[in-house]
């Protein structure tokens, strides 16, 4: 098994070390020039077309969601648990500087994922109940020519796998480890009741969270894309406002420090002697590759995962839904992660916090930020796990989705359904084990998803340019 791990470690250490990162925002960039810098330049239409219709009623036939419930499954899988422990542990590892850098290649992610949203209404095709199916495999088989359907199978491979890990257990531990140490604050003992599994003593409370989540997913998942895109349509929205609007409490309260704030992430983006305290001496490039890594973890463009929801959205136009991949990482890394950010750096601004710099970070520290603004560390143990339930919830249905489309894409539609039931059953072994190796293994599994989705938008930057082009060029799309 150690040697299982260090063979992970080493994989793990290219696929998010310097050499892929600078293809992941380098795609970025060379879309960004190929398209005229859309993100600029079409940024306010991208709103008007995407958070501007929110409300608006959209009707969708059988086998697609509306473009709302597309975006929202999307960004359910991406506002999870990178928004608050991720966020935390690159500052903590990078110092404030490194949230500069998560701005820099969400900056360059929106046009990486416009790309690939667009590539998967546009390659997408009907499957054998007439659902809408499509993502990375689908657009490198009818994009690059059949010829190239076996790099659609690798990146199937590395999904459905994924799924299992960074889309369920991963998260569904995270889930019962904040409620756990929510419980805990308010002077509930977790750990006098525990139960012998795999060798381990597991708290009840965590067997129970589990089997809840397990039955939520069970009922959500089975019902298949339409009942997900409900769910997540009524879900999404609800927790980004809860911990926007928590978030702005802090802010707003401490705005003097929150302006601090913002000069420490500012001048630690560019010091090789980071800003602030213990975090002196942080190399300029652990700044970046540290900013950089966890703002393409936290949104996920050029992963591949998104356009597999987008795929099903009964918007027929590529750019209409592909505008929605701006905003999707504009709402998640641009607002949600800076929100995070700006609250850790005013507890640590506060006293509230004294983290090890170069550490690795996580909930706790943003659970006493909240706590110390807020005048109760009971609250921000609260409002964590509340935040952290909903946002990892709605990833694992989300990712139920992506590992099922994966899975089909390699096997057919049939043995769906045996995935859906391991699916589910795993969620239970999420919620009892301590998995540090799972973490990795899954970390490792969805950066080399990336891989097979580069090449193809690479390869097809072409067709996105002039898709592009062409919309834009007439001015009846622009009404």
Same mark, same amino acid.
């Given at each position: 098994?150690?040697?299982?791990?260090?063979?992970?470690?080493?994989?793990?250490?290219?696929?998010?070390?310097?050499?892929?990162?600078?293809?992941?925002?380098?795609?970025?960039?060379?879309?960004?020039?190929?398209?005229?810098?859309?993100?600029?330049?079409?940024?306010?239409?991208?709103?008007?077309?995407?958070?501007?219709?929110?409300?608006?009623?959209?009707?969708?036939?059988?086998?697609?969601?509306?473009?709302?419930?597309?975006?929202?499954?999307?960004?359910?899988?991406?506002?999870?648990?990178?928004?608050?422990?991720?966020?935390?542990?690159?500052?903590?590892?990078?110092?404030?500087?490194?949230?500069?850098?998560?701005?820099?290649?969400?900056?360059?992610?929106?046009?990486?994922?416009?790309?690939?949203?667009?590539?998967?209404?546009?390659?997408?095709?009907?499957?054998?109940?007439?659902?809408?199916?499509?993502?990375?495999?689908?657009?490198?088989?009818?994009?690059?020519?059949?010829?190239?359907?076996?790099?659609?199978?690798?990146?199937?491979?590395?999904?459905?796998?994924?799924?299992?890990?960074?889309?369920?257990?991963?998260?569904?531990?995270?889930?019962?480890?904040?409620?756990?140490?929510?419980?805990?604050?308010?002077?509930?003992?977790?750990?006098?009741?525990?139960?012998?599994?795999?060798?381990?003593?597991?708290?009840?409370?965590?067997?129970?969270?589990?089997?809840?989540?397990?039955?939520?997913?069970?009922?959500?998942?089975?019902?298949?894309?339409?009942?997900?895109?409900?769910?997540?349509?009524?879900?999404?929205?609800?927790?980004?406002?809860?911990?926007?609007?928590?978030?702005?409490?802090?802010?707003?309260?401490?705005?003097?420090?929150?302006?601090?704030?913002?000069?420490?992430?500012?001048?630690?983006?560019?010091?090789?002697?980071?800003?602030?305290?213990?975090?002196?001496?942080?190399?300029?490039?652990?700044?970046?590759?540290?900013?950089?890594?966890?703002?393409?973890?936290?949104?996920?463009?050029?992963?591949?995962?998104?356009?597999?929801?987008?795929?099903?959205?009964?918007?027929?136009?590529?750019?209409?839904?592909?505008?929605?991949?701006?905003?999707?990482?504009?709402?998640?890394?641009?607002?949600?992660?800076?929100?995070?950010?700006?609250?850790?750096?005013?507890?640590?601004?506060?006293?509230?916090?004294?983290?090890?710099?170069?550490?690795?970070?996580?909930?706790?520290?943003?659970?006493?930020?909240?706590?110390?603004?807020?005048?109760? %560390?009971?609250? =921000?143990?609260?409002?964590?796990?509340?935040? #952290?339930? /909903? *946002? !990892? +919830? &709605?990833? $694992?249905?989300?990712?139920?989705?992506?590992?099922?489309?994966?899975?089909?894409?390699?096997?057919?539609?049939?043995?769906?359904?045996?995935?859906?039931?391991?699916?589910?059953?795993?969620?239970?072994?999420?919620?009892?084990?301590?998995?540090?190796?799972?973490?990795?293994?899954?970390? %490792?599994?969805? =950066?080399?998803?990336?891989?097979?989705?580069? #090449?193809? /938008? *690479? !390869? +097809? &930057?072409? $067709?996105?340019?002039?898709?592009?082009?062409?919309?834009?060029?007439?001015?009846?799309?622009?009404?």
């Amino acid at each position: 098994m150690e040697q299982f791990a260090e063979w992970n470690g080493v994989i793990n250490d290219f696929v998010w070390g310097p050499v892929m990162l600078v293809l992941l925002v380098g795609c970025g960039v060379y879309m960004s020039i190929r398209l005229g810098f859309i993100q600029f330049r079409r940024f306010g239409f991208a709103m008007k077309n995407t958070l501007g219709k929110i409300f608006h009623k959209h009707e969708a036939g059988e086998g697609e969601v509306t473009p709302l419930q597309a975006v929202t499954t999307a960004l359910a899988a991406t506002v999870g648990t990178g928004n608050i422990a991720g966020v935390t542990g690159a500052i903590v590892a990078g110092g404030p500087g490194a949230i500069f850098w998560m701005w820099v290649s969400a900056v360059f992610g929106m046009v990486t994922k416009y790309s690939e949203v667009l590539l998967s209404i546009k390659y997408r095709e009907r499957n054998e109940h007439g659902d809408w199916v499509g993502g990375p495999m689908y657009y490198i088989k009818n994009g690059l020519g059949r010829a190239w359907k076996w790099l659609g199978a690798v990146f199937c491979v590395f999904g459905a796998l994924a799924a299992f890990g960074i889309g369920n257990m991963t998260q569904v531990n995270t889930i019962a480890t904040s409620i756990n140490t929510a419980l805990a604050s308010f002077g509930v003992n977790v750990e006098a009741n525990t139960v012998g599994i795999f060798g381990q003593n597991v708290p009840v409370s965590s067997i129970v969270i589990g089997a809840i989540l397990a039955v939520i997913v069970a009922v959500v998942v089975v019902g298949g894309i339409k009942r997900i895109g409900q769910v997540t349509q009524h879900l999404v929205p609800i927790m980004a406002l809860i911990y926007i609007l928590l978030s702005l409490m802090v802010i707003f309260s401490n705005l003097g420090l929150a302006g601090t704030a913002f000069g420490m992430i500012f001048k630690g983006a560019f010091s090789a002697e980071a800003a602030i305290g213990g975090a002196y001496g942080i190399m300029l490039k652990t700044i970046i590759q540290k900013g950089v890594a966890r703002g393409v973890f936290s949104n996920e463009a050029g992963m591949g995962s998104a356009p597999i929801a987008h795929a099903a959205s009964s918007e027929s136009d590529p750019v209409r839904q592909g505008l929605y991949g701006i905003f999707e990482v504009f709402m998640d890394t641009i607002v949600i992660c800076t929100m995070t950010s700006l609250v850790v750096l005013i507890g640590y601004l506060r006293g509230a916090i004294a983290p090890e710099w170069s550490g690795s970070g996580g909930t706790p520290l943003v659970s006493a930020s909240f706590g110390s603004a807020l005048g109760s %560390t009971q609250i =921000g143990a609260l409002i964590v796990a509340v935040a #952290i339930s /909903l *946002f !990892a +919830l &709605s990833t $694992v249905l989300s990712w139920s989705l992506y590992g099922v489309r994966c899975f089909e894409f390699l096997f057919g539609i049939g043995p769906t359904k045996v995935y859906k039931w391991v699916f589910v059953v795993v969620i239970l072994i999420g919620s009892t084990l301590k998995m540090q190796l799972v973490w990795d293994i899954a970390d %490792t599994l969805n =950066g080399l998803m990336s891989i097979p989705n580069l #090449i193809a /938008l *690479f !390869a +097809l &930057s072409g $067709v996105v340019a002039k898709t592009t082009k062409e919309f834009f060029g007439n001015k009846e799309n622009l009404v």
